[in-house]
């Protein structure tokens, strides 16, 4: 059965291009537009991934994070961040929030894949 990946970001242009990357690969994919919308939806389903933006209305990357790790089906579940904030201190923010890695736009479909694989298989 195919993995499920949660994509929460308010561009829609960026959700559409990393949900097509990663359905061409074999993944499904659940599109949210804004953290509250993601972790809404991470709770109505239990995803093997959280791919998240960090900048958004309604509740941001590491709030989202953060609410994920409260659950205990999200404790071990891996979250990447796919950002365009790439300074050390909001790394080390997202991984005091919960994040396993990071990616930073404009991403590399090819590199988001990869780490993927590396992340889920």
Do not use: C
């Amino acid at each position: 059965m195919a993995k499920t990946i949660l994509a929460v970001d308010d561009s829609s242009s960026l959700r559409q291009m990393v949900a097509f990357s990663l359905k061409a690969a074999g993944y499904q994919v659940v599109e949210a537009v804004d953290g509250q919308d993601g972790l809404d939806k991470a709770r109505n389903q239990v995803v093997d991934l959280v791919l998240t933006d960090q900048n958004m209305p309604r509740m941001d990357g590491l709030s989202l994070i953060k609410h994920l790790r409260g659950l205990p089906e999200y404790q071990k579940v891996p979250i990447l961040m796919l950002t365009t904030e790439s300074s050390d201190e909001m790394k080390s923010k997202g991984r005091a929030a919960g994040a396993n890695g990071w990616l930073v736009k404009p991403f590399d479909p090819q590199r988001l894949i990869e780490v993927v694989k590396k992340v889920i298989g």
